[in-house]
């Protein structure tokens, strides 16, 4: 089995909000203060080298925030932003350069972007190789898979896809993911159960069975992520009854955590010995082109 070191795994997904910025009027909800420096410290204890900030629904178009984390953050921070439809080449350039890596389509309440966005802005960012990160209701995605399919940029889709009802992992939808993680230019991420699961902790039963199938059916389009802060989850899984996760069988298992993720990967994956960074446990090593375009050399 091969190892991983720990400085090269990424956390593909944080948000991080700071009382000194303005919510847009767009906003659903008011944030918990959850500053860089407060990510930086769970960093610090999970071990990861790396992570992507991704712009939060709750300040629109203003990127500043996401910006300054990125910059906080340092060299292994990379970050998600949120533009507008007309954005030109020069606002791409200054964002590419301040470390942006892609553009959130936020598809559910809140999202300051359209459908019709979608094909124009990817024609935008496709020269800089970046990545369209999109949360959806995933039992749409029968309805939208053949625009998703013929976008020549990398897809990314947050939460498990994010199927908000009564889930059947022959769904339509369900198959419908599957085909798009086939087509070899799209990653899902291994996160934030809690925002789809209507069972609830500590097992997320009822959607466990789907990341689990994921993680067997595509090892090498998952992408591990924590969330963090968990914006609007009541009671919040950084909570110590939550976090640090727990395996299963003790008390609970943080939604989002290693050790949830490991669960739902290490009883359905085997060791092959022939994927890049394998291991027997999430997080993995991430593809370098996966959500982060081309990184330094050295990483």
Not at 29 to 43: G, K, N, T, W
Not at 80 to 87: F, G, K, L, S
Not at 172 to 185: F, K
Request: charge should be positive.
């Amino acid at each position: 089995m091969d190892s991983v070191d720990p400085q090269r795994a990424c956390d593909c997904h944080v948000h991080v909000y700071e009382d000194g910025y303005a919510l847009a009027p767009s906003a659903t909800f008011r944030p918990p203060h959850a500053p860089a420096s407060a990510y930086r410290d769970l960093q610090q204890r999970l071990g990861f080298g790396r992570a992507i900030v991704v712009q939060p629904t709750g300040y629109g178009f203003d990127n500043r925030c996401t910006l300054a984390a990125i910059a906080a953050l340092g060299a292994g921070a990379r970050g998600v932003a949120v533009v507008r439809p007309e954005v030109d080449a020069a606002e791409l350039e200054r964002l590419n350069a301040a470390g942006m890596r892609g553009v959130r389509f936020m598809m559910l309440a809140g999202g300051v972007l359209p459908w019709q966005a979608l094909e124009p802005i990817e024609a935008c960012i496709a020269p800089l190789g970046w990545h369209i990160n999109l949360q959806l209701d995933g039992r749409d995605l029968p309805h939208f898979e053949a625009r998703l399919r013929a976008l020549p940029c990398p897809l990314v889709i947050d939460h498990l896809g994010k199927f908000l009802g009564t889930l059947a992992t022959a769904a339509d939808s369900v198959q419908s993911l599957h085909r798009l993680l086939d087509s070899g230019r799209c990653w899902i991420k291994l996160s934030a159960p809690y925002e789809s699961s209507i069972e609830g902790p500590p097992d997320y039963a009822d959607v466990a069975p789907l990341a689990g199938d994921l993680a067997r059916r595509h090892p090498q389009r998952c992408l591990w992520a924590s969330n963090w802060p968990h914006p609007n989850v009541r009671p919040s899984p950084t909570r110590r009854r939550y976090w640090p996760g727990r395996a299963r069988g003790s008390a609970t298992t943080a939604p989002g955590s290693t050790s949830w993720c490991t669960t739902q990967r290490a009883s359905t994956v085997s060791t092959d010995g022939r994927r890049p960074g394998n291991t027997s446990a999430l997080p993995i090593a991430q593809p370098k082109d996966a959500v982060c375009g081309t990184l330094p050399a050295g990483w």
